[in-house]
């Protein structure tokens, strides 16, 4: 029996086609439509249907580059299943450059949202029954703030085995265990039978060239873990992450000029100096120490601080194996490119 057509919004897509759908969201003030706009491949043969998420913060700006990437891979010429995915979830903040909506609220904390409610819960309602119930699974693509920078990671829910496995096939360096928060994508989608991977890297605002590398290569290999793509081009990942369950941010205990002497991806031991924060005539200098061995798995890159402000972002776990990670991780995406350079540009 010929696989029937994949529909969404009026759209049918046929077996072996794509095509992008744009579900309306909002007519700004000016009267220029926004929509939510969706890539759909649906494969010839039956498979998994998985949604591929960006810029749900406006400023998270390198998950839109990963999906550029994602859609350029030869693999998906062959896709078992549908796959839909969606580069900017927040066009209000992404043409703003900025992580918010217009009215400053975190769509992150608008789910499920309603069809009359504030424009995030709108767009959250669009978003959530429109993409994210049609998906058997899901992977959200975020970066850190603006002028932060978080090491490769997948945060995943507590106690959730499914997605502890699909982490561990995507092969960032660290899988933290973080609490679903009322109000987030990730927590609806799990309470509706969607399990969502969250993939966080990089800075926002910028793009980190092996930031992007690990996050198409970590899709590609969730995808083939579930059968939706051939194993040709697609490497395993060299090594296991490390998984972590608890993490603390270390804050600056003075305010001034911060010299960072540590970076994310390295471990530390309890006692070791990470940063100096100096007045700026020089005659005042605290430093900020390591209270525990971990990984920094994120830190701030502004030179200036106020007393409080989040620093380093420290997650417990072996030094030897974590140390082992990263390198292995870096190696891999040294010597076995995705794409060659002009695919890129």
């Not at 966080?200 to 992007?212: C, K, S, T, W, Y």
């Not at 776990?317 to 540009?345: G, H, N, R």
Request: glycine fraction near 10%; aromatic fraction near 4%.
């Amino acid at each position: 029996m010929p696989r029937q057509p994949f529909e969404i919004a009026g759209k049918h897509i046929g077996p072996g086609s794509f095509e992008t759908v744009h579900l309306p969201v909002s007519i700004l003030p000016d009267h220029t439509p926004v929509t939510l706009s969706v890539q759909v491949h649906h494969g010839k043969r039956a498979g998994p249907v998985m949604f591929i998420s960006a810029a749900v913060h406006g400023d998270e700006v390198i998950g839109v580059e990963i999906v550029r990437r994602l859609l350029r891979a030869p693999q998906l010429k062959s896709l078992r299943g549908t796959l839909l995915v969606v580069p900017v979830v927040n066009s209000f903040g992404f043409l703003n450059r900025s992580r918010y909506l217009p009215d400053r609220r975190d769509l992150n904390r608008c789910f499920p949202g309603h069809p009359s409610g504030s424009l995030g819960s709108r767009l959250a309602h669009i978003f959530l029954n429109e993409v994210v119930s049609r998906c058997d699974v899901g992977i959200d693509l975020h970066s850190a703030a603006i002028h932060r920078t978080n090491l490769p990671q997948i945060r995943v829910s507590p106690g959730d085995a499914g997605t502890r496995d699909m982490a561990t096939v995507f092969g960032a360096p660290v899988v933290l265990t973080s609490p679903l928060r009322d109000g987030s994508l990730r927590a609806e989608a799990a309470e509706r039978g969607t399990p969502v991977l969250l993939y966080e890297a990089g800075e926002g605002l910028r793009f980190d060239e092996m930031a992007v590398r690990a996050g198409v290569a970590g899709i590609l290999r969730v995808m083939r873990s579930m059968s939706m793509l051939a194993a040709k081009g697609i490497a395993k990942a060299k090594a296991k992450p490390y998984v972590c369950t608890s993490s603390t941010w270390l804050r600056a205990p003075a305010g001034g000029l911060l010299r960072t002497f540590r970076a994310e991806g390295e471990t530390v031991v309890a006692g070791d100096v990470l940063a100096t924060i100096s007045d700026p005539f020089g005659g005042l200098e605290t430093d900020l120490v390591a209270p525990s061995p971990g990984i920094l798995i994120g830190r701030a890159i502004l030179p200036l601080v106020n007393e409080g402000d989040a620093v380093f972002h420290l997650a417990a776990l072996s030094p030897s194996v974590a140390e082992d990670t990263v390198e292995d991780l870096a190696s891999q995406l040294e010597t076995d490119p995705l794409f060659d350079e002009d695919e890129i540009i």
